[in-house]
């Protein structure tokens, strides 16, 4: 196990990485752009779908009628959170992989370059 | 007590001692004992996740509610899984890559500094022992409930397992008991659920018109309002619920305890299969009870309906399967009550002994002491606690903890982690405000101010049983605020670039030394 808590370590390796080029890397900055397009309409999407059932059960009455058979809407609702949220997290997991590369691909330009300088 | 219960108690506590016995061979180092040495993973943390996560208010807690309130009951169970989201998607990545060991390394990577480290460490502090007495009040009842043995018997006996699972075997030993407990609970609960469907002859329209038999609420017990009658504070009790998960210290470390985001994010897909799944199951036994108990025998047995799953089972199975579901909800506790002994213990032995009053100039051996010491001082005193407490309605305490979770830890982690313009001084204002208002709001409110019964005998100032609504957004008001008015050091623009790359990427962090 390497000593992670090394603070010397840290701040050594620090000093061999160029941040300010790394953020103004185009890489780094599609990186950010997607990850937010993906995440930001995700985000507003479920807060607006989770606040939903509580507020249209607390106001309206609506969502209490019958929609198959004997079940109502508003356990279809109440179901479909589940559903929502084992979708996102699934996407999310999937989506992430291509983030995963673009990290590696920074990082990896990032240290070549630096073992070209020295 | 009789044999059945005695053997599967038994069975319950040598397997977790044997756990705890391998785990205390590998907890020699610092590393293996607050993170299990980065060791599980992605499906292994996930099912700890769950352990750690599920409690037995959720369990026994949900069945009742559903049995006794229909719809309503549910509705707290989807707060619980949705909040899961806002922890994938913002916060548990970031925390992998910034923290070694607490919340406090997270935090201090961007405003290294004591003040910063002691805030972080209380509040993770304030929070876990917030959390861990009604557990254990909770735990005392009922076992007192099931098996017919003394209250302070029953506190003892899981207040010094769970010291023992810490104390001897760490993060290792935490870990694995809560994925024994997932399986467990998870594997028997279902087994439950499909005898239930198995007397309806596996249809789920003959356990609807036998539920309507069995409640007094009749058709209403299938429509939202049994439970939750004013709007503000059903939407309050929401916000905390879908919020306060994302600022549970002892949820977050779980995060430090696999080798890299993609672990950390299979752990939250599979926390969020097992916690969704288990909750439509606890929704299923809570119909079950109704439909084949009936209400009035389930509020003559205990008027809580927390003893709903266990009567349950007694009516389906006998004493064999109400002593295997006893089992189970005792496991339960253990497994929830082992992770907020550590994460307190981490809290304490980790970021104000070592790094505070050390200053990080320890010996391996020291810090593994130190830490074991705390542990076995945590479980001490919240185990006196509970015993303290044993005739005070503490239960509120659980609701109460996402509240002062979501108001003053969330805030201080996503600012941090997102927001360029955020200083020192914003954290913590963050922090002190969001735990006065909760607190205070909580004192004012209706769970300690009520004339009848209540700890102080009179009206309430503060008429939500929730604060969550109004504490939340305090909380995020006082870091903002206070961000906005402090002069932040000039530096600060190439520290949270630094800062914000690491977090961002991950690069030249833990992974990457190796």
Redesign the interface.
Known sequence: MSNVNDYKTEEQTDDKIDFVKIEQSEKFQRLMNDRKKFIVPLTIFFLVFYFMLPILTSYTTFLNTPAIGDISWVWLFAFAQFVMTWVLCTLYVKKAASFDRQTDEIIDEQINNKGGNS | MNITYFLFFLCIIVCTLIITYWAAKQSK?T?QFYIA?GSLTGVQNGMAIAGDYISAASFLGIVGTVAING?DG??YA??F??S???V???IAEPIHRLG??SLGDVICSRFPSYKMRWMMAIGAFIISILYMIPQLVAAGLLIRLLLDIDYSTSVLIIGSLMTIYVVFGGMFATSWVQIVKTVVLLSGTFLLSLIVFSHFDWSI?EL?SQVKLGTPLGDQF????NL?GS?LE??SL?LAL?LGTAGLPHILIRFLTVRN??EV??S??TA??II?IF??ITLVLGLGTVALIGYQELIAHDPTGNLAAPLLANELGGDFLMAFIAAISFTTIVAVVAGLVISATTAFSYDIYYHIIKK?QTTEKQQIRAAQWTAFVVGLISTLFALGLRNINVTFLVSLTFIVAASSNLPVLLFTIYWKRFTQTGAIIGMVCGLTASLTLLIFGPHIMNPNGGWIAREPFFPLHNPGIIAIPIGFLGAYLGSIFSNGPKSSN?DF??FF?KA?????T?E???
């Open positions: 180092t590393n040495a719809f549910f509705l989807i707060g899984l949705v899961y989201l806002i994938l998607f913002f070694t060991y329209a609807i299938f429509m939202p309002g939750f709007p059903t939407l929401h879908v985001t993609l994010r299979r939250l897909l969020s299969w969704g909750y439509i990080g190439s670039r630094r790359i961002q990427t991950g690069i030249d833990k990457d030394i190796q």
